[in-house]
């Protein structure tokens, strides 16, 4: 092994590799829901698959990589320019879910008869809370650290964040079951696209998760010591 080459710099390495491959799939999703959107006229479930799609598979997922050391998009940005990022993208992404979920509930008298629809209104629901708690966090007025601490704010901005992602991407994942893809999207290439939004998922999450365990152990250390 080279001098100076330690586990944490391969590990870097690595990461910073799935991190390009991650910005590749979401860019190939991207593509993928445009141009179906566009052969469908952006109509009724079309329009609620481009909005809800690119909103959590593309807007939310980049905002989650933001804060990564080895994002190439935000890398050489500031922390305090990341967190500017993070935040449009969470508010312009959040606000594209919320505006096609509303668009697809006004359309339908039954909303929650599938499992596609109940997870997809559970993550709708989560997704205004996120994009409340968001601005919670990002401004830290004197009401919220009057209840907790700041690190207890940023602990839970990332946790809510990570369960309103999982329930985003879990809903595109049973969507692909759905009568609108069986009939619009060759059922070969279905499969293909399910695979697609699990590795995204799994590649995304990797920061969030170290940022959670991060503050999971600084969280617990902070309890020790409050009560010892």
Not at 54 to 76: C, D, E, Y
Not at 112 to 132: D, E, L, M, P, Q
Request: charged share 15%.
């Amino acid at each position: 092994m080279p001098e100076g080459y330690t586990k944490a710099t391969a590990w870097l390495q690595i990461h910073s590799l799935l991190n390009s491959i991650n910005h590749m799939l979401i860019f190939l999703v991207a593509v993928f829901f445009f141009f179906l959107a566009r052969s469908l006229e952006f109509k009724d479930t079309a329009m609620h698959m481009f909005m809800t799609g690119i909103g959590f598979h593309v807007l939310i997922a980049q905002a989650m990589m933001s804060h990564s050391k080895v994002n190439p998009l935000t890398r050489w940005l500031s922390h305090r320019n990341k967190s500017r990022f993070h935040a449009i993208l969470q508010i312009v992404g959040g606000s594209m879910v919320l505006l096609g979920s509303l668009g697809k509930f006004s359309s339908k008298e039954v909303h929650f008869n599938t499992w596609h629809g109940r997870v997809g209104g559970a993550a709708s629901f989560f997704c205004a809370a996120s994009i409340v708690g968001g601005f919670v966090n990002y401004f830290q007025p004197k009401f919220a650290l009057n209840v907790m601490p700041s690190s207890e704010l940023r602990f839970r901005h990332n946790l809510f964040g990570l369960v309103t992602f999982s329930l985003g991407m879990g809903a595109i994942t049973l969507g692909y079951y759905s009568k609108f893809f069986s009939k619009y999207v060759d059922t070969d290439f279905i499969p293909g696209m399910m695979l697609i939004t699990v590795l995204v998922y799994g590649l995304t999450i990797i920061a969030p998760v170290s940022s959670l365990l991060t503050k999971l152990k600084y969280r617990s250390k902070r309890k020790a010591v409050n009560q010892g």
